[in-house]
């Protein structure tokens, strides 16, 4: 049965437990084809209620049980109505394992599953893979973590909104299946309006006050180099995911704050099988929609994933023959506004250096970014108040997330721009940006945002990638960080900048200067920081930037001001 199919009836889910060896019991709906048979199973292992079902982004259950399977949507540990503690990651491994083989053995099933979902509903797929459970021959994930410490933290900064924002709303689920009315009350109202105004803006009192509900104070507590995130990550279980040799259906998008995960976990099991493939749309973390931010992307961006999702099952549960030959990757163009396939992603990058006179933070129209090396040594000062910190402007934080025009926060005095010319034909960018910066700090501790952006022909500034660090130690000389992978064609008449700030607030807490952990720090505690950025022959400081094979970048189309 192929993805164009008749769909089947499908009967009404079912209430199906399982008994895990520790006693609890974990609640599943299944939904099973009305016609007889026996079936493949997909699995869905949900952590925020089964009826729910990844419906905000994936077609439902009922849906993929129309196309012949039979589908199992499971509360994991502590969630929904199934019994114990959630405690995320820990014990996913043998949860999963034990699920994978119960769902085999179910009436009308096969005894061949894959799983499916996104979020935390991917995550828990990889570990699942990493137990024993010889029925699971396929996965999907889509927009999940990877390496938890990474998902916590990127670059030893704390991803705060992220982790306030999700850590309130596991928390209120808590309190709500123990019946506690004020505290889910209370926490709910948290969720619209993150209580970032206490004393310590990443350590909310009402958290704190409620953390016998949920990890999240523990999380917090917890440092980005610490064991722990070893014991819950799907990193640590690579080798045997890989010896699994699994087809694999990885998903992201270029505003998911996951997008780094997702093309990272792709990497490191891209060869473990020769069915394993990679889609990123232009996509927030939910709903994958044409319209993102304040960008319309087009009709392709309203892209059918769940026929993806069909296709890829059928031909590795069913095996049903490919409908067409694809590359392993296919990355939708931001520029172009349609889809592009690679084998690889392409290893060509272009060194563009940064020029200015020093005023870059006072007029966008000073910094530049160029083959050429100035002739003269310059140093542009980021001066970053904890008091006005940079705003977090779209991306993966903002409100509105996604690609937004954010040319008042380029012409703040604490965030420097450095601009190409005009382009005289379109170049095409994609891979992971990276940044080599000369850098020195009047603080024992700083941080770096670096956006990069394309600027229209209107003048308009829209994010295509990014990336952020916490630096504890502060010193003098060459710091490199590595941004999000992206996928944009810019077209003859426009620009790229790159944007360095001091702080992306409230997407990462503000460091307060001092040396102290900006998790833990109170507020009182903040001073102003200076942030040199040199450049010119003897300092430079650069982007290296990914660009297609076809792309060729002409010493006439880029030039750094003199």
């Given at each position: 049965m192929s993805a164009k199919s008749i769909q089947l009836p499908v009967l009404p889910p079912e209430i199906e437990t399982l008994t895990l060896k520790d006693g609890a019991r974990l609640d599943a709906d299944v939904y099973r084809p009305a016609a007889p048979g026996s079936y493949p199973v997909l699995l869905q292992r949900q952590a925020y209620s089964r009826r729910i079902a990844c419906s905000i982004c994936y077609a439902h259950p009922a849906w993929y049980a129309a196309h012949g399977y039979i589908v199992v949507v499971q509360d994991v540990r502590g969630r929904g109505t199934s019994e114990g503690t959630f405690r995320p990651g820990e014990t996913e491994i043998e949860d999963g394992a034990e699920t994978v083989e119960w769902a085999a053995r179910l009436d009308g099933a096969n005894g061949d599953v894959g799983m499916y979902g996104f979020s935390y509903q991917a995550y828990n797929q990889l570990l699942a893979a990493a137990g024993d459970c010889p029925s699971l021959k396929a996965l999907a994930p889509a927009m999940g973590p990877w390496n938890p410490a990474h998902w916590a933290y990127e670059n030893g900064a704390l991803q705060m909104k992220h982790m306030i924002g999700w850590g309130i709303q596991i928390t209120a689920e808590a309190a709500r299946r123990a019946g506690d009315d004020e505290a889910f009350s209370v926490l709910q109202a948290a969720g619209s309006n993150l209580p970032f105004n206490g004393p310590v803006a990443a350590m909310p009192q009402l958290l704190q006050k409620y953390r016998h509900y949920s990890h999240v104070m523990d999380w917090l507590e917890t440092p980005v180099d610490s064991p722990y995130?070893?014991?819950?990550?799907?990193?640590?279980?690579?080798?045997?995911?890989?010896?699994?040799?699994?087809?694999?259906?990885?998903?992201?998008?270029?505003?998911?704050?996951?997008?780094?995960?997702?093309?990272?976990?792709?990497q490191a099991l891209a060869t473990s099988s020769e069915d394993i493939r990679l889609i990123v749309g232009p996509w927030i973390h939910f709903p994958?929609?044409?319209?993102?931010?304040?960008?319309?992307?087009?009709?392709?961006?309203?892209?059918n994933v769940d026929i993806d999702h069909i296709r890829f099952f059928d031909r590795v549960l069913k095996g049903s023959p490919r409908e067409a030959e694809h590359r392993r990757i296919e990355l939708f163009d931001m520029g172009l506004k349609t889809w592009?396939?690679?084998?690889?992603?392409?290893?060509?990058?272009?060194?563009?250096?940064?020029?200015?006179?020093?005023?870059?933070?006072?007029?966008?129209?000073?910094?530049?970014?160029?083959?050429?090396?100035?002739?003269?040594?310059?140093?542009e000062h980021i001066v970053h108040d904890p008091w006005r910190p940079a705003p977090t402007t779209g991306g993966y934080y903002g409100v509105p997330t996604g690609p937004v025009d954010r040319r008042m926060t380029d012409e703040r005095g604490d965030v420097l721009t450095f601009t190409t010319q005009a382009l005289e034909t379109s170049i095409e960018i994609v891979g992971e940006p990276a940044v080599e910066l000369d850098l020195s700090c009047d603080r024992p501790s700083f941080d770096l945002s670096c956006i990069l952006s394309v600027v229209t022909s209107d003048d308009k500034v829209f994010q295509i990638s990014s990336g952020y660090a916490h630096y504890r130690k502060a010193r003098a000389g060459r710091y490199q960080l590595k941004l999000a992978t992206t996928c944009a064609t810019?077209?003859?008449?426009?620009?790229?900048?790159?944007?360095?700030?001091?702080?992306?607030?409230?997407?990462?807490?503000?460091?307060?200067?001092?040396?102290?952990?900006?998790?833990?720090?109170?507020?009182?505690?903040?001073?102003?920081?200076?942030?040199?950025?040199?450049?010119?022959?003897?300092?430079?400081?650069l982007l290296r930037l990914p660009v297609g094979s076809a792309s060729d970048i002409g010493s006439d189309r880029y030039r750094a001001g003199s």
């Amino acid at each position: 049965m192929s993805a164009k199919s008749i769909q089947l009836p499908v009967l009404p889910p079912e209430i199906e437990t399982l008994t895990l060896k520790d006693g609890a019991r974990l609640d599943a709906d299944v939904y099973r084809p009305a016609a007889p048979g026996s079936y493949p199973v997909l699995l869905q292992r949900q952590a925020y209620s089964r009826r729910i079902a990844c419906s905000i982004c994936y077609a439902h259950p009922a849906w993929y049980a129309a196309h012949g399977y039979i589908v199992v949507v499971q509360d994991v540990r502590g969630r929904g109505t199934s019994e114990g503690t959630f405690r995320p990651g820990e014990t996913e491994i043998e949860d999963g394992a034990e699920t994978v083989e119960w769902a085999a053995r179910l009436d009308g099933a096969n005894g061949d599953v894959g799983m499916y979902g996104f979020s935390y509903q991917a995550y828990n797929q990889l570990l699942a893979a990493a137990g024993d459970c010889p029925s699971l021959k396929a996965l999907a994930p889509a927009m999940g973590p990877w390496n938890p410490a990474h998902w916590a933290y990127e670059n030893g900064a704390l991803q705060m909104k992220h982790m306030i924002g999700w850590g309130i709303q596991i928390t209120a689920e808590a309190a709500r299946r123990a019946g506690d009315d004020e505290a889910f009350s209370v926490l709910q109202a948290a969720g619209s309006n993150l209580p970032f105004n206490g004393p310590v803006a990443a350590m909310p009192q009402l958290l704190q006050k409620y953390r016998h509900y949920s990890h999240v104070m523990d999380w917090l507590e917890t440092p980005v180099d610490s064991p722990y995130w070893h014991r819950i990550s799907p990193v640590t279980h690579v080798d045997a995911i890989r010896a699994r040799h699994l087809p694999m259906l990885f998903v992201g998008g270029w505003f998911d704050p996951f997008l780094p995960a997702t093309v990272e976990s792709f990497q490191a099991l891209a060869t473990s099988s020769e069915d394993i493939r990679l889609i990123v749309g232009p996509w927030i973390h939910f709903p994958w929609t044409r319209k993102v931010g304040s960008v319309d992307f087009g009709p392709e961006a309203q892209r059918n994933v769940d026929i993806d999702h069909i296709r890829f099952f059928d031909r590795v549960l069913k095996g049903s023959p490919r409908e067409a030959e694809h590359r392993r990757i296919e990355l939708f163009d931001m520029g172009l506004k349609t889809w592009r396939q690679y084998q690889d992603l392409p290893n060509t990058t272009q060194a563009l250096l940064l020029g200015g006179t020093g005023r870059t933070s006072m007029d966008p129209q000073d910094g530049s970014l160029g083959l050429r090396q100035a002739s003269d040594d310059h140093v542009e000062h980021i001066v970053h108040d904890p008091w006005r910190p940079a705003p977090t402007t779209g991306g993966y934080y903002g409100v509105p997330t996604g690609p937004v025009d954010r040319r008042m926060t380029d012409e703040r005095g604490d965030v420097l721009t450095f601009t190409t010319q005009a382009l005289e034909t379109s170049i095409e960018i994609v891979g992971e940006p990276a940044v080599e910066l000369d850098l020195s700090c009047d603080r024992p501790s700083f941080d770096l945002s670096c956006i990069l952006s394309v600027v229209t022909s209107d003048d308009k500034v829209f994010q295509i990638s990014s990336g952020y660090a916490h630096y504890r130690k502060a010193r003098a000389g060459r710091y490199q960080l590595k941004l999000a992978t992206t996928c944009a064609t810019l077209k003859k008449g426009e620009r790229l900048r790159l944007s360095i700030a001091g702080a992306d607030y409230p997407a990462y807490p503000v460091n307060p200067g001092t040396g102290e952990d900006p998790v833990m720090t109170p507020k009182t505690h903040a001073v102003v920081t200076t942030i040199a950025v040199h450049h010119g022959p003897s300092r430079a400081s650069l982007l290296r930037l990914p660009v297609g094979s076809a792309s060729d970048i002409g010493s006439d189309r880029y030039r750094a001001g003199s």
